[in-house]
């Protein structure tokens, strides 16, 4: 879009510079003319670009939608149904206990892939939140698959975009997933700050005796994270340090802004367009004799 507006600015110009010399009203007409067709041919060449551009992003979206649900969510729901299977066959309450919680984990697994599939082929995502009663939840399904997670939450909380809300729930579960898997057994502690003008989410646990000390765990999850985090205008830090791996991100809540401020960004916009449509006209009428 700049560049089409910096072309337009061009012809603009030019036509004001050649319309400027003492040539008559009709070659004034005329390059009004042609300033006029280029403009148009410019704008039409830059909205073919852009439709060519939303087919092929919708054709991929398509494509990966359908690799998702043909390669993914048929194993899914496969292992949904083996779970089920054993939950009826098992007659030990604790062990029954254990495989209700692991087919739980996997039906949600489908569900959230059949809500991934929709957003690829429709566009249209489900809204996001991020408070404390949706990072309680959260917290609490790991503790329910025996992570001690101990969360906390400071502030007041204030509005946060939708792309944010997504980013700081990630932030949570990747977290507290990664203390799952690489630090079996270990407390984690999780921690909610809200500020007067960011949203800060920490993650931190023990590291396990196996672990490496010199390199974070964790691979293309913590990859995807910082993806969405920079999407968002955020911060991620991840690090190791005193035997202790620890994921934070700071998100930045919206400033608020006056009408006032609003209203006069657009008077400005509103007064450089026009003064770009009324200099070619003033020129050729100064050039009339």
């Known amino acids: 879009m700049r560049g089409l507006l910096a072309a337009i600015a061009v012809v603009l110009a030019e036509f004001a510079v050649l319309a400027a010399l003492p040539a008559g009203p ?79 984990t996997v039906r949600a697994a489908v569900e959230d892939l059949h809500g991934l599939v929709s957003v690829l082929r429709t566009g249209a995502e489900a809204e996001a939140r991020f408070d404390a009663a949706a990072a309680t939840t959260l917290a609490a399904a790991f503790i329910e698959s025996g992570v001690p997670v101990e969360l906390r939450f400071e502030g007041e909380p204030g509005p946060l975009p939708e792309v944010a809300a997504r980013a700081a729930y990630a932030v949570l579960e ?83 802004r006056t009408p006032r401020s609003r209203a006069a960004r657009t008077a400005a916009i509103a007064t450089v367009v026009l003064l770009l449509v009324l200099l070619p006209l003033t020129t050729v009428a100064g050039t009339r004799p």
Request: net charge neutral; hydrophobic share 45%; with cysteine.
């Open 174 to 256: 990747e977290g507290l997933a990664n203390a799952a898997k690489h630090a079996p057994g270990e407390a984690v502690r999780a921690a909610v700050t809200w500020e007067a003008d960011a949203l800060l989410v920490t993650v931190e646990n023990a590291l396990a005796e196996s672990a490496p000390a010199e390199n974070p765990p964790g691979g293309h999850g913590l990859t995807g994270l910082r993806e969405r985090i920079d999407a968002a205008g955020g911060l991620l830090d991840c690090r190791v340090a005193d035997g202790r791996f620890r994921v934070s991100a700071m998100l930045p809540l919206p400033a608020t």
């Open 26 to 104: 009709l070659p004034a007409g005329i390059l009004a003319l042609l300033a006029a067709a280029v403009v148009v041919a410019l704008w039409q060449r830059y909205r073919r670009a852009e439709r060519e551009k939303e087919v092929a992003v919708h054709r991929e979206r398509l494509r990966l939608a359908r690799d998702m649900h043909d390669r993914i969510g048929r194993r899914l729901a496969l292992a949904a149904v083996q779970v089920a299977a054993l939950e009826v066959r098992e007659s030990d309450p604790g062990r029954r206990f254990e495989t209700r919680q692991v087919g739980d």
